[in-house]
């Protein structure tokens, strides 16, 4: 094919014209819909632990318990929060690098430190809760087995959490991988 039957079949592919400013925004990683999703989520989840924060002094009971307690639990919530908040940040902040290669190196960093963080963190949140509801606890046996059952959901969600971050790390190296074969062809 020639160069002018090249330009000429071009020309007539056809397609909607695209003002600037609707190439802009089909651009912007903050229109994508995954992440659009991701920021609904964080909202509705960031006002319903707030709203937690704020009542549960007052439905909980918040007063009987240990000082200790509420400190441990107001603290977990709010990092638990701070950590949300990072990683939409952490995801929805484009790639950054020279290349895209190393952009991509780069991200898998990033997000291998937020699945750290966001185990650690969802792990000392859920410990935090489980301490404040069982601080002026007396533990007979029937409610030292409910204690059990709850820690070993605990410890099966972190498991399942651990095993999503795994497999988002897993894919990423992949993707890093094959453009390390891609570049050496």
Known sequence: MELHDMKSSWQQAGGDFKSETDLLNMTKITHHPTLKKIRIKLIAETIFLLLFLIIYYDWFDGD???LYANILLAAG??????NDIIGYISIATPVSGINLKLSITNYFARVKRLAIFSLVISFLYSISLIVFFTSVIHFT????WLLIGLSVILFQVMFWSFRVWTNHLKNLKQQMKDLD???NK
């Open 64 to 66: 009987k318990k240990p």
């Open 77 to 82: 919530l709010l990092l638990y929060i701070a």
């Open 141 to 144: 046996r029937e409610k030292r």
């Open 181 to 183: 074969f891609d570049e």
